[in-house]
């Protein structure tokens, strides 16, 4: 751009004395288009390309620090409670069809402390409710049952443990954004009213603030929605193998009280 200003300014220098001998309205007209061009080239220069975070920063400041500093704080708490329980949920898997042998060939070979002993060294909660239905072997197959589908019940919590907060903060942020445009659309008519008369340029600014509002509580509910599904997926997918592995254990004792 600056090496097309300096070509187009030498140009025009070495044609000065052809524009000067023009009559003086059109010497006015080719100054006016110079000067018009060598500003658009320049302006044209200092422009650069604005990244996306630059324009988000700018639309989130545009949008006001109250109703969009609360949905910030919504996706914060959100993605801090869904990165927390995706990480207990991926430690919280094993692989059933391993540990069901293992605890079978343990059972088999050296009885029911082997087989706890196996159980011990494995993280999950599959591990825990084999263990709980082993330690309650030696009383009977019924005892050992029940304290696999009590135990059960308590892994399932621990699975479930603060999804229900990430499902609010899903409800809350574009709540919180739509509540944001109707304040800001309440404050545009103030503008109008206080003005007395119909400006475009207040409805349009007061409209924009609070239909930013409403963007960005949708953005939050779209991301957290997503990391909630995985989560939910997560914990149908090992309570399953916890469902499967109590049928397991159950038929592993009762072959094992068998051959006794």
Not at 10 to 19: D, E, K, L, W
């Amino acid at each position: 751009m600056a090496i097309a200003a300096l070509f187009f300014a030498g140009t025009f220098n070495a044609n000065a004395t052809a524009v000067q001998t023009m009559p003086t309205n059109v010497q006015t007209l080719v100054t006016s288009a110079t000067v018009t061009f060598i500003q658009d080239e320049e302006a044209a220069s200092a422009e650069e390309p604005q990244g996306w975070h630059q324009a988000l920063k700018q639309r989130f400041i545009e949008g006001g620090p109250g109703f969009m500093g609360i949905v910030l704080l919504c996706l914060i708490l959100g993605l801090a409670i869904a990165i927390e329980r995706i990480i207990f949920l991926n430690l919280s898997t094993t692989n059933t069809n391993k540990l069901a042998q293992s605890v079978e060939d343990a059972l088999n070979s050296g009885g029911v402390e082997a087989a706890k002993e196996v159980c011990r060294n494995t993280k999950g909660p599959v591990a825990s409710i084999y263990y709980q239905g082993l330690d309650r072997a030696d009383e009977s197959i019924e005892a050992a049952e029940k304290a696999v589908i009590g135990y059960g019940g308590v892994q399932m919590g621990q699975l479930e443990k603060n999804v229900s907060w990430i499902s609010l903060f899903i409800a809350l942020a574009p709540m919180l954004g739509f509540m944001g445009t109707v304040i800001g659309m309440i404050l545009a008519f103030d503008k109008i009213e206080a003005a007395g008369d119909m400006n475009p340029s207040l409805v349009a600014g007061g409209i924009k603030v609070a239909l930013l509002t409403t963007v960005f509580g949708l953005i939050v509910a779209i991301i957290l929605q997503i990391f909630y599904n995985y989560i939910i997926a997560k914990i149908d997918s090992i309570v399953n193998s916890m469902e499967d592995a109590s049928i397991t254990l159950i038929d592993m004792l009762v072959d094992y009280k068998n051959k006794k």
